[in-house]
């Protein structure tokens, strides 16, 4: 089993361009979450999935949209990139209320 | 609001010390509450605790809940230089499937 796997591991983006970070789960959890990581802080729920064609708000969703078409797959759009947005980004996934199997991540700068 | 405290936010300790993690939380309707370490990258699983009271153990490390009080603690004895990380806690409530997190608390043990 590969996990969760998150591509690319690195990016740099100019301010307004868009990208997808791409999330794939191959445990068949029903559960996926993005989040977001900025220095020494704790991890800010984006969105989350609980199913295919499922998905919902978490903390900070501004500025970012999700698809769920499969179960294995979660990918996390950013349109119209802005500095505010340079972060380490984790997607995670699980069986409900169980320990979260978290992607290797995918640090993002904005400049 | 739901809320996961954690403390302190950072310790230093020399090998051989023990060390005691704090969390606490706020939430409505407490269903579980995980333990994760995070070197530099993505966190990995340590406990998860569900009831009050029952130690849950995995060779130095330790950690209880107490849902009276609203909190946990995670011990470990004998610290290494490999213990050297960001502890985080996590919460989860019934109804949501949203996991929160608290900020962390960043232990560093010198040799």
């Known amino acids: 089993n590969a996990g969760v796997t998150q591509t690319p591991k690195f990016r740099i983006l100019k301010i307004g361009q868009s990208m997808t970070l791409q999330c794939t789960q191959d445990?068949?959890?029903?559960?996926m979450y993005w989040y977001r990581q900025d220095p020494g802080m704790g991890l800010k729920l984006i969105y989350y999935?609980?199913?295919?064609?499922?998905?919902d708000k978490g903390e900070v969703p501004n500025g970012y949209n999700v698809s769920r078409s499969t179960t294995e797959d979660f990918p996390l759009r950013l349109e119209l990139a802005a500095p505010s947005q340079t972060s380490v980004y984790f997607c995670?996934?699980?069986?409900?209320?169980?320990?979260?199997?978290f992607g290797p991540g995918t640090r993002l700068t904005v400049l | 609001e739901d809320k996961v405290v954690q403390s302190p936010l950072s310790l230093v300790v020399h090998e051989g010390d023990t060390v005691t993690l704090n969390c606490s939380y706020e939430?409505?309707?407490?269903?579980?509450l995980l333990w994760y370490k995070q070197e530099k990258k993505a966190p990995t699983f340590l406990f998860m605790l569900?009831?009050?009271?029952i130690e849950k153990k995995s060779g130095r490390l330790s950690s209880i809940l107490d849902k009276k009080e609203l909190f946990s603690i995670l011990n470990i004895t004998a610290t290494q230089t490999g213990d050297s990380a960001v502890y985080l806690c996590?919460?989860?409530?019934?109804?949501?499937?949203?996991?929160?997190f608290g900020t962390g608390t960043r232990l560093k043990v010198l040799a």
């Open positions: 569900t009831s009050s009271g």
């Open positions: 995670a996934s699980s069986f409900p209320y169980n320990e979260q199997f």
């Open positions: 999935s609980v199913g295919a064609g499922i998905t």
């Open positions: 445990m068949n959890h029903n559960y």
């Open positions: 996590a919460v989860t409530t019934s109804g949501t499937y949203k996991y929160i």
């Open positions: 939430v409505t309707n407490f269903r579980s």
